[in-house]
């Protein structure tokens, strides 16, 4: 099984000063944490301040969206290997890129083409709408997603290494409603297991699938004792360095217990 990892998607807050004082509270209390992977991904204007924060610790810093192309006419936009070397991990996909400015199946598809490319480790977002799970659409949906999202993304041995996946409901994000361990647990498989249509069993295995939806220290638990749940990505509660701090070590703690994957 992969190393759990858990992401701070910080979204469009904190300004360049808070977001160095967060990375730097974040370092004293969870650098060198054993048994768990900890990435950081603030807003854009604060990755090198916080990546010289975290500059020699364990923990990793990551974009919150990047350009599919390396330079070019695309104003305000950021491109991969701007992030080169300065980040570690880069999300992709998340339901407030798509809902909000536009993001298709197809263009998230070139951007995790591109971010395995440039040695970035794509988190690729996918997650069904409150009315598609009402209509009981919700594993055809992230089905057709995670698919075309995948569309030609492996390593020359056919494996995507560097891979990660995040299943987040979109009626869970930001909400305070997140989804049952259940929930979870079944859609994390069923992108196991689509997973493994594609790189195999082995391919499979591999990738971190992770829980986002309104993840709090009070939940996080029952996430990832799941077996196909491998760790979170947690919006709100990432900003207030007690609360992420308390859902990384019980991740770690939680995780360091063998598990049997069901499928
Ligand atoms: C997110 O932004 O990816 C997210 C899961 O947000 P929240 O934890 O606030 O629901």
Redesign the pocket.
Known sequence: MPTPLVAG?W?MNTTVTEAEALAASLRRELDGLPGVEVALCPPFVSLERVARALEGSSLKVGAQNMHHEDKGAFTGEVSPTMLQGMCQIV?LG???RRNLFGETDELVNRKVRKALEVGVRPIL?VGERLEERQQGREEAVVSQSLSACLDGVASPDGLPHGMVV?D?PVW????GL?ATSEQAQAMSALIRRLLADRYGRQGAEAVPVLY????TPANVAEFVSQPDIDGA??????LDAQQFAEIVRITAKTRSSPLVRLG
């Open positions: 998607n979204k999300i998340h339901s407030e977002c995040a987040e869970a994000i930001g909400t997140a986002g939806g309104s993840v990505l947690v919006g709100g509660a990432s």
